[in-house]
């Protein structure tokens, strides 16, 4: 755990724990008794749920930039939210845009990622500068893709544009471009 | 000791104490309710049935431990809980067979900025920003989430628990509510 204690000695890593279901049932019941006993920790927990919702309603309005899994996707259509996939080739440019009736998009990268310590992700206009640069995105395991989410309302901002989106990682204390994936955005569409 | 002065008044007539006692510990009973049974309007009726139980109790002298009121209120709510568990998914069970679209107003949730929430999970560190996605939306336990990134469950909760540190340091400001 953290170290983080409450004055009485309850620790703020268990609240957390506890909320999302990571405690075995004596250690919950333990943390219970507790949170009624100790106004700080009770405080401190009616945070954690407040973030946690939080977090929860900004990733289903779609207003979170991210590196997601199949199973988050599964999760936000069922939930209604409206995904508009890519998946560009590495070396290749496809044509991209926005639709009014999109939530979110999501752009598959397919390559080798393993075995690289430190992935980074940056999109950067073709011809241009640096848009983004994602230092250490988390890779899912057994799979050969990064899926990164894109608010659709962030993307339908940018003008018609040529963007490249890089994946490099260290390897041997290099760094080495792993792929690199054209996108020819035609901004925001109308039908 | 409020649950001592209250079981000392006459029958009904500790208002204020009575209104403290709600005051401090609803929040606990409501958030017992939302961990437990995952819906907000179940959570309120299991404030309220919690304290018709408490309040009347303690008026007629049978809370046997006063000063340990806090565990009274939550062996209530734990027993409270379980019945309306059943009732709710009862509830639930009709609403899907007769498709019944009524809306319920539950209470107002004590919500964020949302603007600023958004900003600050988008400026998370891109892993911390996927985990807090995945605990708190995907709703992924430590040993999923282990699993998914090849790391040591131990690992996951440290990490998350310092990502979750840094959205709240964001959203208020560096400063503690």
């Given at each position: 755990?953290?170290?983080?204690?409450?004055?009485?000695?309850?620790?703020?890593?268990?609240?957390?724990?506890?909320?999302?279901?990571?405690?075995?049932?004596?250690?919950?019941?333990?943390?219970?008794?507790?949170?009624?006993?100790?106004?700080?920790?009770?405080?401190?927990?009616?945070?954690?749920?407040?973030?946690?919702?939080?977090?929860?309603?900004?990733?289903?309005?779609?207003?979170?930039?991210?590196?997601?899994?199949?199973?988050?996707?599964?999760?936000?259509?069922?939930?209604?939210?409206?995904?508009?996939t890519?998946?560009?080739?590495?070396?290749?440019?496809?044509?991209?845009?926005?639709?009014?009736?999109?939530?979110?998009?999501?752009?598959?990268?397919r390559?080798d990622?393993?075995?690289?310590?430190?992935?980074?992700?940056?999109?950067?206009?073709?011809?241009?500068?640096?848009?983004?640069?994602n230092?250490?995105?988390?890779?899912?395991?057994?799979?050969?893709?990064?899926?990164?989410?894109t608010?659709?309302?962030?993307?339908?901002?940018?003008?018609?544009?040529?963007?490249?989106?890089?994946?490099?990682?260290?390897?041997?204390?290099?760094?080495?471009?792993?792929?690199?994936y054209?996108?020819?955005?035609?901004?925001?569409m109308?039908? | 000791?409020?649950?001592?002065?209250?079981?000392?008044?006459?029958?009904?007539?500790?208002?204020?104490?009575?209104?403290?006692?709600?005051?401090?510990?609803?929040?606990?009973?409501?958030?017992?309710?939302?961990?437990?049974?995952r819906?907000?309007?179940?959570?309120?009726?299991?404030?309220?049935?919690?304290?018709?139980?408490?309040?009347?109790?303690?008026?007629?002298?049978?809370?046997?431990?006063?000063?340990?009121?806090?565990?009274?209120?939550?062996?209530?709510?734990?027993?409270?809980?379980?019945?309306?568990r059943?009732?709710?998914?009862?509830?639930?069970?009709?609403?899907?067979?007769?498709?019944?679209?009524?809306?319920?107003?539950?209470?107002?949730?004590d919500?964020?900025?949302?603007?600023?929430?958004?900003?600050?999970?988008?400026?998370?560190?891109?892993?911390?920003?996927?985990?807090l996605?995945?605990?708190?939306?995907?709703?992924?336990?430590?040993?999923?989430?282990?699993?998914?990134?090849?790391?040591?469950?131990?690992?996951?909760?440290v990490?998350?628990?310092?990502?979750?540190?840094?959205?709240?340091?964001?959203?208020?400001?560096g400063?503690?509510?």
């Amino acid at each position: 755990m953290t170290g983080e204690q409450c004055s009485r000695g309850g620790s703020y890593g268990d609240l957390l724990d506890y909320w999302v279901g990571d405690l075995d049932q004596d250690s919950a019941e333990r943390v219970e008794v507790h949170i009624f006993e100790c106004a700080e920790c009770a405080n401190r927990l009616a945070d954690v749920a407040t973030m946690a919702a939080a977090v929860a309603e900004a990733v289903r309005g779609a207003r979170v930039q991210s590196i997601v899994s199949d199973a988050v996707l599964n999760k936000l259509s069922r939930d209604g939210v409206r995904i508009r996939t890519y998946a560009p080739e590495p070396g290749t440019f496809i044509p991209c845009a926005i639709w009014p009736e999109d939530d979110l998009v999501v752009s598959r990268l397919r390559g080798d990622f393993s075995g690289y310590d430190e992935l980074t992700l940056v999109l950067k206009a073709d011809d241009g500068p640096e848009l983004s640069r994602n230092v250490d995105i988390p890779l899912i395991s057994g799979t050969r893709e990064i899926l990164t989410a894109t608010s659709a309302s962030h993307l339908r901002r940018l003008p018609s544009m040529r963007v490249r989106l890089i994946v490099s990682g260290r390897r041997g204390g290099t760094e080495h471009v792993i792929g690199e994936y054209g996108l020819e955005h035609g901004g925001a569409m109308s039908r | 000791m409020l649950a001592s002065s209250i079981a000392a008044a006459v029958p009904g007539a500790a208002h204020e104490e009575e209104a403290e006692l709600y005051r401090r510990f609803a929040p606990r009973v409501r958030l017992y309710g939302l961990k437990h049974l995952r819906n907000a309007a179940a959570a309120q009726d299991l404030v309220q049935q919690v304290f018709v139980v408490t309040l009347e109790r303690l008026r007629r002298g049978e809370v046997r431990n006063v000063e340990a009121i806090g565990s009274f209120i939550l062996g209530t709510s734990r027993t409270v809980a379980t019945d309306l568990r059943r009732t709710h998914e009862r509830r639930d069970h009709l609403i899907q067979i007769f498709a019944d679209r009524a809306v319920s107003m539950a209470p107002a949730e004590d919500s964020l900025d949302r603007d600023r929430l958004a900003g600050c999970l988008n400026s998370l560190p891109p892993r911390d920003r996927t985990l807090l996605v995945l605990t708190f939306y995907a709703e992924k336990k430590a040993s999923d989430i282990a699993s998914t990134f090849e790391m040591a469950a131990g690992a996951v909760r440290v990490a998350r628990h310092r990502a979750l540190t840094r959205l709240r340091d964001c959203v208020m400001g560096g400063s503690s509510r």
